[in-house]
């Protein structure tokens, strides 16, 4: 069952205390996200190295993740793995791939051994409703919109274009409590921004914004392009709050790189695995890191550099964006504004997750849902 945050809550000390003094209501709702955000140990792992599309510049293929691994499967390996890392303290588990829902079996493990997950898909597969998948926090690919999407990923492995990715995940994923959209917007798809919202909208989802920039960081479009695309943005926010789950702060930080606690770079992502041999040094330039997070290979022994590509330039992946907010508390004690900023944006990251206190689905929503697919 999912527990109300106050079942996590945490009392607040020391500065915490002192900043939001005769608060009752910012004390609260600190003690409770700092308390629900303690719980979570997260790892991410890839499923496979397989994939039903192949989408133009898709890190894991262009930069060859796909490769130097032999994927394990056995479920019997995959049941034995996930076991030591429910022993090493990791109860979160981020499934992508390749294309995870690809491996069913490989999926309903984790949703078995792990207390929450997160599956990370391009929506072609309907990942079933029923247990053991009904708390799976499913979030769904979608670059660009309108003719955007299909032209840089509806393409088979063959080779071969089709139409209708995003109408097929919507269609798979109609009124599913479950699933949020990972809409990675671009400066050439402005003009469908708000039309893809209202269609996400409008088919009972809710979206987090990604970003990707074509251009480098020192090109003259690059400032000019963030500009116009954090307004509209930001914009959109106001008018979709429900719909859209990003907090303004993590907009202005996927779009522009900076927020209240300066600017992201690999320095300060917490987001990387900390057994690698690569991320010594960074550990231990005193920035803080997720603790126990890896990112496993399908042999279920590689370990990734960090939980995407690798490749740190002009990264502001939203999840590892988050990461770094999320991360960021002993530096938003400064401030009282810094302080509550931070509690917003946590509240925000966590509304993402169906298994989270802060998700605003209810458990009516879901029974309904059940009874609808029954």
């Not at 600190?30 to 979570?40: A, C, P, R, Y």
């Not at 116009?228 to 993590?250: A, C, G, Q, W």
């Amino acid at each position: 069952m999912n527990y109300t945050a106050d079942h996590y809550r945490t009392r607040a000390t020391g500065k915490a205390l002192e900043l939001l003094a005769n608060q009752e209501d910012w004390i609260t709702r600190f003690e409770l996200v700092k308390g629900f955000s303690s719980t979570i140990r997260s790892s991410e792992y890839h499923l496979t190295n397989a994939c039903n599309i192949r989408c133009k510049g898709c890190w894991f293929f262009e930069y060859g993740h796909d490769k130097g691994a032999r994927e394990k499967t056995d479920i019997a390996d995959w049941r034995d793995f996930i076991k030591r890392e429910s022993e090493r303290g990791v109860n979160s588990a981020l499934l992508i791939g390749g294309e995870p829902t690809l491996f069913e079996e490989r999926i309903a493990e984790f949703a078995i051994h792990m207390d929450t997950l997160a599956i990370s898909t391009n929506g072609l597969i309907k990942l079933p409703f029923g247990a053991p998948f009904t708390n799976a926090t499913v979030f769904i690919s979608l670059f660009g919109g309108g003719p955007l999407d299909d032209d840089l990923r509806a393409i088979k492995p063959n080779g071969k274009a089709f139409t209708g990715l995003f109408d097929s995940a919507l269609a798979n994923y109609r009124n599913d409590p479950r699933a949020t959209f990972v809409y990675a917007v671009t400066e050439d798809g402005i003009e469908y921004i708000e039309d893809t919202v209202k269609k996400i909208r409008d088919n009972g989802n809710r979206l987090t914004f990604n970003f990707y920039s074509k251009y480098d960081s020192n090109h003259p479009l690059k400032l000019e392009n963030e500009r116009r695309l954090l307004e509209l943005l930001s914009n959109l926010k106001v008018k979709y709050p429900k719909t859209i789950t990003n907090h303004p702060e993590h907009i202005k930080a996927i779009v522009t790189g900076n927020s209240w606690l300066g600017t992201f770079s690999y320095e300060v992502c917490p987001s990387i695995s900390c057994d690698h041999p690569d991320n010594i040094s960074r550990k231990s330039n005193g920035n803080p890191i997720l603790p126990g997070f890896n990112t496993y290979k399908p042999d279920l022994e590689t370990l990734e550099v960090c939980c995407t590509s690798g490749h740190c330039s002009d990264c502001r992946d939203s999840q590892a964006v988050y990461s770094w907010l999320l991360t960021g508390l002993k530096a938003s004690l400064r401030s009282e504004e810094a302080l509550k900023t931070w509690i917003e944006v946590a509240e925000a990251y966590w509304s993402q997750f169906i298994w989270s206190p802060y998700c605003q689905v209810t458990d009516t929503s879901i029974n309904n849902r059940l009874i609808a697919t029954s």
